[in-house]
């Protein structure tokens, strides 16, 4: 990885945002061949084992696993740190439980309970390897425009004759300019890439927060996420590394606004009378912060040229820990499309290829954000007739069989 100086600088590739889907993107294509350009304005910390954990964490399934593992980014996330997590429970206040485990399917595990922004270190180091990924940080940009002109990309074969293209160009707040043919949008909820390709959002914001808590326990957890549903939102905990944990509380905005202002000590007392006994009482609140919780879905991934992916295409509800994971399909389907796209035509950037890379991810989204609004909906509330259906829609999925086979798989990312 290098980093660049110049006025007007051509690349293949040109993403705004490096965090962990751009930085994913970013070695995906550069590993095709492509030269590729990264923006970020933060450069992340780098790790040392004495930091505490982050509250920012996500439930990498074994599918983001595989895509982690083929862009070289696991080894850095072995050495550093992580917690691997066997099963999922839940249960209402009064119900029974329903088990997942990954022996019911044969794996070992279910997924990697890891900070993000160790993941984006694990990929920024890969980024380093890469003389043709070139990083641009800290920087800001100014502005987006469109440019015809003529592009020898570095995929052309010798002698082979520029493809005349639009392309975009961004310029930077420093005054230079960089012009690739495709410009990715990796640039998070708010996306600045958005907004300039004019690209609508659906959506709207639920009524409920979510409060982030990590805890030292007097034992380790076992490699078990589980959650607790209650009329006022779940009650979460997902296991870390030496005897931490992550705990998630939903409720409404004005509950968790009071509680993110008590010192820690009153915040334990509070977790230890509204958390399930399932939580050991022998625990120490480390840090908190809290976040409201919004439903946003593009309604395009691209126009000419242009092309967004992970929060910037869609943000859904935490409930399932599934964010990051549908942000680390829209990178695999993306370094898919293009290489298809490589292998047949000159211009591997054009409309073809990213109608292909938003029919392969739009409905699975869309799905997955559906499916988690309606249980969302079915569990925070306690009305009887939705509690006779979803405790039926628990013991039939709590049934050894097919069901729950394919239950554990989607979960998994598969």
């Given at each position: ?366 799905l997955m954000m559906s499916a988690m609004d309606v249980f969302y909906a079915s569990f925070s509330n306690d009305l009887l007739p939705l509690k006779l259906i979803r405790n039926g829609m628990l013991k039939l999925a709590n049934v050894e069989g097919p069901i729950k086979r394919n239950v554990l798989k989607y979960a998994m990312g598969f």
């Amino acid at each position: 990885m290098s980093q660049v100086q110049g006025i007007d600088i051509q690349h293949d590739v040109v993403i705004i945002g490096g965090g962990m889907v751009g930085a994913a993107s970013a070695v995906g294509l550069a590993q095709l061949g492509l030269n590729v350009a990264v923006l970020e304005r933060v450069q992340p910390q780098a790790y040392e084992p004495s930091q505490p954990l982050d509250l920012r964490v996500s439930a990498i399934s074994a599918q983001s696993e595989k895509l982690l593992r083929g862009l070289g980014a696991m080894d850095f996330l072995h050495q550093a740190r992580m917690q691997r997590f066997q099963g999922l429970e839940t249960w209402e206040l009064e119900g029974f439980i329903t088990r997942f485990h990954s022996e019911q399917i044969g794996e070992t595990h279910l997924g990697y309970i890891v900070e993000n922004r160790l993941i984006q270190l694990a990929l920024w180091e890969q980024m380093q390897t890469l003389d043709n990924v070139h990083l641009y940080c800290p920087v800001k940009v100014k502005a987006l425009s469109r440019h015809i002109r003529p592009y020898q990309v570095s995929v052309l074969s010798p002698g082979q004759k520029a493809p005349l293209s639009s392309a975009v160009q961004v310029t930077l707040e420093d005054g230079r300019t960089l012009t690739a043919p495709l410009l990715v949008g990796a640039d998070g909820a708010n996306s600045f890439v958005r907004q300039w390709a004019n690209i609508g959002v659906s959506g709207w914001d639920y009524a409920q927060s979510a409060m982030l808590i990590n805890i030292r326990t007097a034992k380790a957890e076992p490699p078990v996420t589980w959650q607790q549903f209650t009329p006022k939102g779940p009650r979460s905990l997902l296991p870390l590394p030496d005897n931490h944990a992550s705990l998630v509380w939903y409720d409404d905005a004005q509950k968790i606004k009071q509680l993110s202002q008590l010192n820690n000590k009153a915040l334990a007392t509070q977790i230890r009378a509204q958390f399930p006994s399932r939580l050991a009482a022998d625990f120490e609140v480390l840090d908190k912060g809290f976040f409201s919780l919004t439903r946003r879905h593009a309604q395009s991934y691209f126009i000419d040229n242009v092309v967004i992916l992970g929060d910037a295409a869609h943000t859904i509800n935490p409930l399932a820990g599934q964010g990051v994971n549908l942000g680390f399909k829209d990178v695999a389907a993306l370094i898919e499309s293009v290489k298809q796209r490589m292998s047949v035509a000159d211009s591997w950037w054009d409309n073809i290829m990213l109608t292909h890379y938003q029919s392969s991810r739009y409905r699975d989204n869309q799905l997955m954000m559906s499916a988690m609004d309606v249980f969302y909906a079915s569990f925070s509330n306690d009305l009887l007739p939705l509690k006779l259906i979803r405790n039926g829609m628990l013991k039939l999925a709590n049934v050894e069989g097919p069901i729950k086979r394919n239950v554990l798989k989607y979960a998994m990312g598969f």
